[in-house]
């Protein structure tokens, strides 16, 4: 393989650190809340889920087009940057007076630039965590503590200052995640890789292809969760309980970013993941049933293994199966899929389901749908592992 020009690792993790938790804590800033946005500048709700739901999909050709590009030029460092940029100043133009049509554009032009950075700023840290021999959760865990700081802050100001606070927070978000974006030291190959080739290796993996088909049974619970139940739990108690309830999951999550990484690593995917989609299970049932705000905030607490420990072990699940020449693009080609494809059929899912059932019973649904989960991951036990990776487990 070509040789690697590694950059110091203490600024990588440093920069990288900042990097994510800017870049999250916009996301807990605007993504909770996002549904209220458009509600009040004029969409209806068929129209805003309609929205939101191609937001999603836009990540299916937007994520891994950057991330082949970032392989490609042997540098996800400078997409990074380039993302950052183009994600601050389409967000920054949603405070312009615009109708709901221009808002619309804005707001998909922005998902697709938005979207990529995550698996980027990954593919950067699982190489810091393969020389380094560090969790890469300790870093990653920087954006789930923005996130969390991002949701609580914006939740407490919508509270006092409306709507209004949510854009002038995101886009303050998005310029500091930009500005970190150009502090990322480069760490580039000597010679260029066959990626095309890489990438048709990367497609062909079975175990991919399955642990792929069972984060999308896994959204149909984590999508509206996403999209939709903040909305729902502020209109039943307020904005303020609805930004404690998202902290609470979130927080939960950092603790297994921080405490548990190494041990998430060390069970592997194949134990870690029927955990987690038995947990999302039981997270959604309850919130398909419970009265009250006081269970449906506590039960955010399962957020700790039904994201935390799902992520971290898809993401060297995906390292496990690329080759070294498309590490960005497999985590682009995960991000794009569970976060995209899914995500996007999971919205339309609620969206159909939602005028029958209601939103408790899409988390019914989505209890079941998990437990299936949970039985298909089983399968990754008796799959076998790419021989050429992993990157940031092998070494």
Do not use: K, N
């Not at 592997?268 to 039981?282: D, Q, W």
């Amino acid at each position: 393989p070509p040789r690697v020009v590694s950059p110091p690792a203490a600024r990588t993790a440093v920069i990288a650190a900042l990097s994510y938790a800017a870049s999250f804590a916009a996301l807990g800033a605007y993504g909770p809340f996002l549904a209220l946005l458009l509600e009040a500048r004029g969409f209806a709700p068929g129209a805003a889920a309609l929205l939101l739901g191609g937001m999603q999909l836009v990540r299916v050709v937007s994520t891994p087009a950057w991330a082949f590009v970032a392989d490609a030029r042997e540098s996800a460092e400078d997409v990074v940057r380039v993302v950052s940029v183009g994600a601050f100043l389409a967000f920054a133009a949603v405070a312009l007076p615009v109708g709901p049509a221009t808002l619309a554009v804005l707001l998909l032009l922005f998902a697709s630039l938005r979207a990529p950075a995550s698996p980027l700023l990954d593919s950067i840290v699982l190489r810091w965590s393969a020389r380094t021999g560090r969790p890469f959760g300790l870093v990653r865990g920087a954006g789930t503590a923005g996130y969390t700081g991002g949701a609580l802050a914006v939740g407490l100001a919508v509270s006092r200052w409306g709507l209004g606070a949510l854009v002038a927070i995101t886009a303050g978000l998005l310029a500091l995640a930009a500005a970190a974006s150009f502090a990322l030291p480069r760490a580039r190959s000597s010679g260029r890789p066959p990626v095309s080739r890489a990438f048709a290796l990367l497609l062909a993996r079975p175990r991919l292809r399955l642990f792929l088909a069972t984060t999308t049974l896994h959204q149909v619970g984590l999508a509206p969760y996403d999209a939709l139940f903040t909305a729902h739990l502020a209109r039943r108690a307020s904005p303020a309980v609805a930004g404690a309830a998202v902290a609470l999951g979130t927080m939960a999550e950092l603790a297994v970013m921080l405490f548990a990484s190494a041990r998430v690593r060390a069970l592997g995917p194949r134990r870690v993941l029927p955990v987690a989609y038995g947990a999302s299970a039981l997270r959604w049932l309850v919130m398909g049933t419970a009265e009250g705000a006081v269970p449906l905030v506590l039960v955010q607490s399962l957020h700790a293994v039904s994201f935390g420990a799902f992520y971290l072990a898809g993401v060297a699940l995906v390292d496990e199966e690329a080759p070294e020449a498309v590490r960005a693009s497999a985590q682009g080609l995960f991000s794009s899929w569970c976060w995209g494809v899914s995500a996007a059929l999971s919205l339309a899912l609620a969206g159909a389901l939602v005028p029958r059932i209601g939103l408790t019973g899409v988390f019914r649904v989505a209890a079941s749908a998990s437990v299936l989960a949970m039985f298909l991951a089983r399968s990754l036990a008796t799959s076998p592992i790419a021989a050429h990776g992993p990157s940031a487990t092998r070494r």
